[in-house]
C-alpha cells in the first residue's frame, strides 16, 4: 500500500514552521553527510528541531542533524534541511520526499542538494566536487519512485519529462562562480542506489560502464518530487571516497571516512552555493 499524503497533512506542517518565524524562503537547501556545516553560514537563524514539524521524517544517520534552519543567505532567505531521511532507514519513497512538498506549499522555488557519494569516474578523487546534470535512477527502475500511486494535478503532471532535470542555467551560474573562485568543480551523472551497503567492485564497474560518474543513496527522489512541482533543481555531490573497483584489496569503504572528507569539502561547497545564491 502506496503511503498517500493529503493537502492537510502538508498545511499542518507548513502551519508549524510559520508558527516560528515569520520569514519567507526563496531557495531550499538540502544538506548531505558530513555537510550539516553549512548551515553554520546562514545568519540570523531560527531552529527548528523535525520532531517539532507534524509528519517529517526524522534521520537516524550519524552526520544528520535532523533540524530546518531558516535564516538568509546573501541576503537571500533560505530553508535549510540539515540532514534528510533515507530509504535505507525503512521510510517509503513519499516520507523521503515530504519536505519537499512541504517546501513547495511555503513557495520556494528553488531547490538546492548537496550529498556524500563515492567517485565512479577514474578521474575523480576524495576530497572533489561534481555538480549533477544527469542521474540514473535504479532504485526507481526497481519499483521505488516517489510518484507512484494516484496523481494529484494540482501538484505537477502524472508523467514527467526528466530530459532537463537539472536547470542549465542555475548549472552554468556555478560553473561560473567555481572558475572565479579557482574551484575545480566537475560535472557529471549520479546513480542512485538503496544502500545501505557501499557497492561491490563488480558494481562499479558496471557503473562506470553505463556512464555513472559517482554513486549515492539519497537525493534522485527529492529531485524528481521537486521536479513535479515545477521546482529549478541545482545539486551537488561531494566525493568522499573513490568507488573500489578490484577485489582482493585491503581497502573498503566506510561511514566515517565519508564524514571526514565531507569536512574537508565543506569551507569550498559554502563558497560555491554562497556564490550561486548570490547571483540569483
Avoid at 553505463?210 to 539519497?218: L, N
Avoid at 565531507?262 to 554562497?274: N, Y
Amino acid at each position: 500500500m502506496i503511503q498517500q499524503y493529503t493537502a492537510d497533512d502538508y498545511a499542518e506542517a507548513v502551519k508549524a514552521i510559520r508558527s516560528m518565524t515569520d520569514l519567507t524562503p526563496r531557495i531550499g537547501l538540502v544538506l548531505g553527510s558530513g555537510l550539516g556545516g553549512l548551515a553554520d553560514a546562514v545568519e540570523s537563524p531560527v531552529v527548528i528541531p523535525y520532531g517539532d514539524i507534524p509528519g517529517w521524517p526524522r534521520s537516524t544517520v550519524h552526520g544528520h542533524s535532523g533540524r530546518l534552519v531558516i535564516g538568509h543567505l546573501e541576503g537571500v532567505p533560505v530553508l535549510v534541511q540539515q540532514g534528510r531521511a533515507h530509504f535505507y532507514e525503512g521510510y517509503t519513497p513519499q516520507q523521503i520526499t515530504f519536505p519537499i512538498r512541504v517546501m513547495h506549499h511555503l513557495g520556494i522555488k528553488t531547490l538546492i542538494l548537496t550529498n556524500a557519494a563515492g567517485g565512479v569516474n577514474k578521474a575523480y578523487a576524495a576530497g572533489d566536487i561534481m555538480m549533477l546534470n544527469d542521474h540514473i535512477n535504479f532504485v526507481g527502475m526497481s519499483g521505488n519512485n516517489p510518484l507512484m500511486g494516484p496523481n494529484d494535478d494540482s501538484l505537477g503532471p502524472r508523467f514527467l519529462g526528466m530530459s532537463q532535470t537539472y536547470d542549465r542555467e542555475l548549472r552554468q551560474r556555478a560553473q561560473a562562480v567555481a572558475r572565479d573562485a579557482g574551484i575545480a568543480l566537475h560535472e557529471g551523472v549520479y546513480v542512485c542506489l538503496s544502500g545501505p551497503t557501499f557497492e561491490t567492485p563488480a558494481e562499479i564497474r558496471m557503473m562506470r560502464a553505463i556512464g555513472g560518474d559517482a554513486v549515492g543513496m539519497s537525493t534522485v527522489h527529492e529531485v524528481l518530487v521537486a521536479r513535479h512541482a515545477n521546482m529549478r533543481v541545482l545539486a551537488f555531490s561531494s566525493i568522499t571516497n573513490v568507488g573500489i573497483d578490484a577485489v582482493d584489496t585491503t581497502q573498503d569503504t566506510n561511514h566515517d571516512e565519508v564524514l571526514e572528507v565531507g569536512k574537508v569539502i565543506v569551507p569550498r561547497l559554502t563558497q560555491l552555493l554562497r556564490g550561486v545564491i548570490k547571483s540569483l
